[in-house]
């Protein structure tokens, strides 16, 4: 192992090699930033690129596309509450409360540091265990991803603060809803589609993010009047606040772990990893910094996780290393188990090179931070168009169909409505993100086990999951029974009130 | 009232799921699966419905906030304009007008932000989606 990290640190430290994972790691950040060019379409876009160069480099420079995308979807998540990407949806909880309270440069800072040192955690873990959770990935079976969708919905339900528990269940059913509209994933049937066309593939994430985010918070601030106007960023600058460094340190620690884990199981990925870190982390405490460390430290991890199954086995957990599998075939690199045998270069290279990009993406994006905190100081006049463009012209360019737009404008106002009614909007993004995946992996449960319910709780692994389930749910209720519960029940928001 | 609204409301929402869910057709080999096409949508439609009843009873509070409802309906009426616009005359030229109509209703009135944000910024999309990007956007029927 020790020579193939040496061969990989060489090829990393090669100055060509860094400088196109320097390339890789500002376009990746850059097309991140804008609503509807996600990592996949920044992927997608650099592919061209790739085809002049050595497939070491060509794969070194596509993995720093890869995690700039993720991290620049933040940016936009923080600033004006627009998440592009599904995995800075939890940026967004605290992120942009911070930014409108006039702290917007240290939510940014908070996010770089945080990314990097998940980044940084996720690839050293990368490094040492690759092999050895390889396998553990590959022994994570239908019925195990089953309980933890549900585990990651229940979480986000059952521990919305006191008073809306209910209002998040609502609102995860919801979002659970609008993911079953669409063309059945089994049988092909269409539902809910009413004849449409437009409605076969279902609704796009990026479509029902603006909707619920971007566009219902812009219409929320003009029917507000001057009461939201938000806080002029006084510091404009890049340091932490005193005291952040210090509490999010534990934070960065467990979530990278947390993230990595999530991240190496396919199918998974980032954005579950993501809604986790924040969810689990809030229970530990109310400080807005560690819920904007949280998912970040957790997705950058995650993203250095999923090369584990694409490295070591060839699979591809996401969408995002499909196509990463895609230009690797396309180089002329085969992953799997024999890629660390035939060239490990390229291997090791890959994960040395990693370093190297967390710190590159470090170096660019800080030196950014206060001009990009100088947004949230443009009056709302001005502001609350080009948020509603922005996020009309990102849906209208993932999916070119005019249709979506008035869709999207559809979900907004619903979305307002039950925004003014206090119902939490976050849940009902992650109920709509995981439909499909819940979906799928019961029914494949269930079709495996000639429709027994009772294969949920059969191996040691699915009992430890239902057990996790079962406490999600009663911990709340158990905080809610025990003597002087009304005396430290919390007046805070749930998870993307803001 | 008021506060039962917003409840029925999702209630009839759950309503109408459920009955469109029931009418979700199945072919002959998922009909007697243990989960099939219906069974997601039907136990969703069933737990909202049951949600919103229990909130109907108890009311949940709306706010209903200073009635500044006015900015809103011009910018979704600008809204409606700029996707009806699109087809005809295309995406940028569609969001030019639509940045320069919405920053007036909201009281703009300075005339290099009027037209420098209706301009430039249709202009910068164009460069950086059709042409460095290369994705191919149809220009409209009033252009081709």
Known sequence: MWEGIAAGLA??????????????CLAGTLIGMLPGLG??????????????????????????????????????SILINAPGVASTVATSFDGYPMARAGQAGRALALAAYASFSGGVLGALALLLFAGVLAAWATAFQSPDYTLVLILALSSVAAFAERGLVAKSCVA???????????ADPESGVPRFTFGRLDLMDGIAFILVAMATFALADAFHLLTRGDEGEPRTDAG?????????????????????????LVGVLPGAGATLASFFAYTFEKRFTSNPACGVAAPESA????????????????????????VLLGVMLSLGIQPGPRLLAVDPGAFWGVIVSMFAG??????????????LSRLIRI????????????????????????????????LAAGALVLRRAGFPLAPLLLGFILSGMLEENLRRTLYLADGSWGTLAERPLTVVLAVACALVWIAPLWRRLRPGHRADAGSGQAPGES | MTRRLVPLAILGVAAAY??????????????????????????????????????????????AGPGRYGPLAAIVACIVAFIAAIPFAGLWPALGLFLCAALAVLGERRLTVLLGASIATPALGWVLVEVLLGVYIHPGSLWS
């Open chain 1, 11 to 24: 090829t990393a430290i090669d100055p060509a090699n860094l400088a196109w994972v320097a390339l890789g």
């Open chain 1, 39 to 76: 990592p996949i379409t920044a992927i997608a876009l650099m592919i061209p690129v790739s085809y002049s160069m050595e497939p070491a480099a060509g794969l070194i420079m596509m993995a720093g596309v890869y995690y700039g995308a993720v991290f620049g979807g933040s940016t936009s």
């Open chain 1, 172 to 182: 995860a059913l919801l979002g659970l809803m609008l993911g079953t509209v669409g």
């Open chain 1, 236 to 260: 404009r600058h890049v340091r932490l606040a005193p005291g952040d460094a210090r509490a999010i340190v534990p934070t960065v620690g467990r979530n990278s772990v947390l993230g990595f």
């Open chain 1, 299 to 322: 997705n950058n991890a995650a993203c250095m996780g999923s090369f584990v199954p694409l490295l070591t086995l060839g699979i591809p957990g996401s969408g995002t290393t499909a």
């Open chain 1, 358 to 371: 967390n710190l590159v993406l470090l170096a660019l994006n800080l030196p950014l931070i206060p001009w």
């Open chain 1, 379 to 410: 009056s709302r006049p001005v502001l609350i168009p080009f948020v509603v463009a922005f996020s009309l012209v990102g849906v209208y360019l993932t999916t070119l169909n005019d249709f979506d737009l008035y869709l999207m404008l559809g």
């Open chain 2, 18 to 63: 459920l009955w469109a869910a029931t009418r979700v057709p199945l072919d002959p080999w998922s009909a007697g699966e243990a989960v099939n096409a219906r069974t997601l949508p039907l136990a969703c439609g069933a737990l909202l419905a049951l949600f919103a009843a229990g909130m109907s009873l108890r009311g949940v509070p709306f706010m």
